[in-house]
C-alpha cells in the first residue's frame, strides 16, 4: 500500500503538455480570438465607411453557422421531406444530402484576403495583361441607389478574366459575391475562390433538391443585402455574341419578393470588352464542335504559358490590347413591378431577363479590335489601305455612336485606335500586311467574326 510507484518520464511530459493545452483553451485562445475579432471589426467598419456598398453582417458569418442556418432552413426541409417521399429514401439520407449541397455552396469570406490579397491580385493581373480602361458609367444613377437595396452586377460573359477585371474595378464599390461554375471547383483554386466570397454552382444539375437548396441560399443572400455579380448568359459566348439570359439565378432572386415590404433589388447593367480574349481558340474550337476536353485545354494554357514568357524574355511582348468596362443605370426592381403589370412569376423573370440584357448590350463597349473586325467582316475579299481602313471605321463608328454606343478612343485620337486594332489582329495572323494593304486570311475567318460579335448588337 505505501509502495513506491514509479510513473515514466514521458508520461509527466505527456500530462504537462495536455495541461498547457487545456490552459490555452480555455484562458488564452478565447483573450486571443476575443482580441482578433474586435481588430477585425475595426477593420470591417473602416472599408465600410470608405465602400459605397457595405459588407453586410450575412457575409461575414462563420461559414459553419451559415451552412447549419441553410441546411436547416424550414424551406430546405421541406425540401428534405419532399425528396425522401418522391425519391423514396429515409429522410436522414435526403437530409445528409442537403447538408452536403449547402458545404458545397456557402463560401468562406475573408474581408482580409478579398481586399487585402485579391484586390491587389487582380490589379497586378488585370494591368499585366491588358490596358485596362473604365468606359461609360452613370455616376449619377449609380451614387443614387438606395444604401439599403440589395445591388446585383449583371454582366455579359466573355472571358474568365471578367472575374478579376470587375473585382479590380469595383473594388471602390462594395466586396462582390460571385456564383462560379464547376471549372473552379479544384485545388487550390477552390478553397481560394471561396475565400473570395464567391459561391458554387452546377450549371448542369436537374436534381431537385440541389436547385431548392441553392434557391435558398441565393434567396438568403439578397434578402440580406449582398451585392452580387452574375453572369446572366450561363457560361462564355462561344462565338461572340451576346446571348439571351438564362433565368435560373434571377429567377431565385426575385421569387418570394415583395414590393411592399422586401429590401429593394437594383441591377446594375455591365458591359465587358476585350481586344483579345485569352481563352478564343479554345471558344471557337468548342463552336466548330472540336473536341476541347480537359487535355486539350491544359495543353493550349501551358502553350500560352510558354509563349508569353518567350515574349517577354526577348521584349517582345505587347499586351493584349484594351480591356473596358462600363457601368449602366441600374433597374429598380419595386419600379419595374411599378411599372409593369405581370400575369405571373414565370412572365416577371422574363421580362426581367430581357431587359437586364438589353441594357447590358447597350453599355458593352466598342474597343478597336471588334471595329476593325467588323470592317474586315464585310470586306473578306478586299485589300485595303490604311487610309482605307480609317475611313470605313470613322463610318462605322458613326453609326454606332448614333444608336447610342460607347467607344473607348485611345488618347483621343481615332487614327491611332485604328492602328491598335489592325496591330491586334496582324499579331494574331488574322490580318495580313502585304506591300502596304491589309486583308483578310481566309482561313481565319471564324477569328474575325469572333471580334466583330462582340459589338454586332449595336447596330
Known amino acids: 500500500m505505501f509502495e513506491t510507484i ?229 457560361g462564355l459566348s462561344r462565338d461572340g455574341k451576346l446571348k439571351p439570359a438564362k433565368l435560373g439565378l434571377l429567377n431565385y432572386m426575385v421569387s418570394g419578393f415583395d414590393a411592399k415590404t422586401s429590401r429593394d433589388i437594383c441591377f446594375v447593367p455591365v458591359g465587358l470588352n476585350y481586344d483579345r480574349v485569352l481563352e478564343d481558340r479554345v471558344l471557337l474550337a468548342s463552336d466548330r464542335g472540336d473536341k476541347t476536353g480537359l487535355w486539350f485545354k491544359v495543353f493550349t494554357f501551358l502553350k500560352f504559358i510558354v509563349r508569353h514568357f518567350a515574349l517577354r524574355i526577348t521584349g517582345k511582348f505587347y499586351r493584349f490590347g484594351y480591356a473596358s468596362v462600363s457601368f449602366g443605370a441600374p433597374v429598380s426592381l419595386k419600379k419595374f413591378l411599378k411599372e409593369r403589370n405581370f400575369r405571373n412569376h414565370e412572365a416577371l423573370t422574363k421580362a426581367l431577363g430581357r431587359e437586364l440584357m438589353d441594357n447590358v448590350g447597350r453599355v458593352i463597349p466598342i474597343l478597336p479590335a471588334s471595329l476593325v473586325a467588323r470592317i474586315f467582316l464585310t470586306n473578306q475579299k478586299k485589300a485595303l489601305t490604311k487610309d482605307e481602313i480609317i475611313t470605313k471605321c470613322n463610318r462605322s463608328l458613326e453609326r454606332l455612336l448614333a444608336n447610342g454606343a460607347y467607344m473607348h478612343i485611345p488618347h483621343k485620337n481615332f487614327e491611332y485606335a485604328v492602328e491598335v486594332g489592325l496591330r491586334m489582329l496582324v499579331l494574331r495572323k488574322a490580318l495580313i500586311l502585304e506591300h502596304g494593304k491589309y486583308r483578310l486570311e481566309s482561313s481565319e475567318l471564324q477569328l474575325i467574326t469572333y471580334y466583330a460579335n462582340a459589338i454586332a448588337h449595336l447596330g
Open 6 to 234: 514509479e510513473i515514466p518520464t514521458w508520461t509527466v511530459w505527456l500530462a504537462g503538455i495536455l495541461a498547457l493545452i487545456g490552459l490555452l483553451d480555455r484562458i488564452l485562445m478565447p483573450t486571443v480570438r476575443w482580441y482578433l475579432t474586435r481588430r477585425m471589426d475595426k477593420a470591417i467598419a473602416v472599408l465600410n465607411d470608405k465602400l459605397q456598398l457595405k459588407i453586410q453582417p450575412f457575409k461575414l458569418m462563420q461559414r459553419r453557422v451559415m451552412v447549419e442556418r441553410l441546411a436547416y432552413d424550414p424551406q430546405v426541409i421541406e425540401a428534405v421531406l419532399e425528396h425522401s417521399k418522391t425519391e423514396g429514401v429515409p429522410y436522414r439520407v435526403a437530409e445528409h444530402m442537403a447538408y452536403g449541397y449547402a458545404r458545397e455552396i456557402v463560401p468562406s469570406f475573408s474581408a482580409m484576403g478579398y481586399f487585402g490579397f485579391a484586390i491587389k491580385a487582380t490589379r497586378w493581373l488585370s494591368r499585366a495583361l491588358y490596358r485596362v480602361r473604365l468606359g461609360y458609367v452613370d455616376e449619377e444613377a449609380l451614387k443614387a441607389i438606395d444604401p439599403e437595396a440589395t445591388v446585383v452586377f449583371v454582366m455579359n460573359h466573355r472571358s474568365n478574366m471578367d472575374y478579376i477585371l470587375v473585382t479590380y474595378l469595383a473594388a471602390s464599390r462594395s466586396a462582390l459575391s460571385y456564383a462560379v461554375g464547376e471549372w473552379a471547383r479544384v485545388w487550390p483554386l477552390k478553397q481560394l475562390i471561396r475565400s473570395m466570397g464567391a459561391y458554387f454552382i452546377r450549371r448542369k444539375s436537374r436534381n431537385l433538391l440541389y436547385r431548392r437548396v441553392l434557391a435558398r441560399y441565393v434567396q438568403m443572400a439578397t434578402e440580406a443585402g449582398v451585392a452580387q455579380a452574375v453572369f446572366p448568359e450561363g
